[in-house]
């Protein structure tokens, strides 16, 4: 059998991507290109800026990940692009791209989601991990409680009717001048502080419902930090860091053993960007430990936005009988 290399490219946000799968899960390149110095500047990602970013580093990187997979642009089997959740610009910049490929190469392309894309970067990570498996997926634009009863079946369950989870970690550093992104900021800082020294709330919701909360929290911590200013009293930064992270944690972990004994499933994974939290790993680490329920996460380079999982997300859906064409659009509100 012949093998089959398919090109991942991502340019949903900040992070222009390209990847190079071979056959089912194994990854010879995994290419990024990090736009965070500039948009630091600003405090948060400017679209505009970002779209321009992505056009100046796409072909170059689809190039060197040819040449570092010591392939050439005959060899590849498929393209799989991200064709949404993002932001509009950034989105038509790889779409733009993935189809000129398509059309320059006669190379079938599949447009995949992004959301998808984060939980198969669990297979690229876990050679051993088959579904069925609950996932939670705690990105900066999305949280959602997901049910995969197979390759190509996801049942969500719950979602966020707010902020997503990784958004208030943003917000929150913020707030604290910590910069952006604010998650692994706020995961270094916590580690300095005391994670019960003030009672964050955590947002349930209602008894039965598996649906998040996060924007409550994120205005509590908000309103503490005012408060102790206008007080002229001393904020203890990195208690507030550790109470507002075990506050999400505390939530996130809660719901998700509850989710995962309603489906008596005996595995469990990570996936987005806040999957890369060491609080939220221990957490459920030990949860899990007493279940016998075996976790998963993906190492951090494939946590957060990267093209190698989009190669993964885009070959199942094709090996599913999918396939785009040229006429394929941007989804910038996409949902799994
Ligand atoms: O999945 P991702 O790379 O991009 C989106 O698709 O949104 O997620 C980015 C989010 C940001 O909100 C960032 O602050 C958060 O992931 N993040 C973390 C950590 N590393 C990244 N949040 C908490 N702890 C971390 N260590
Ligand atoms: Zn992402």
Redesign the pocket.
Known sequence: MTDFYTMGIET??D?SCVAILKNERELLVNLISSQIDIHTIFGGVVPEIASRKHLEAINPLIEKALADANLTYEDLDLISVTKGP?LMGSLLVGISAAKALSLATNTPMIGAN?MKG?ICANYLANKDLEPPFVTLV?????TYLIKVKSYNEYEVVGKTRDD????S??KV?RKMGLGY????K??KLAKEGNPYAIDFPRVMLEKDSYDFSFSGLKTAVLNYMNQKAQKGEEIIKADVAASFQQAVVDVLVKKSLRLIDETGYDKFALS???A???K?KEEFAKALKDRNVKLYYPDIKL???NAAMIAMAGYLDYKNGEISDNFMKVYPNLEI
């Open positions: 949903s946000c992070d993002g992004h984060h705690v990105s900066g634009g999305h997503a989870a990784g958004e970690f943003d550093a992104p604010g998650g692994p706020i995961d987005g960007g806040v890369a939290n060491s939220l946590c957060t936005d």
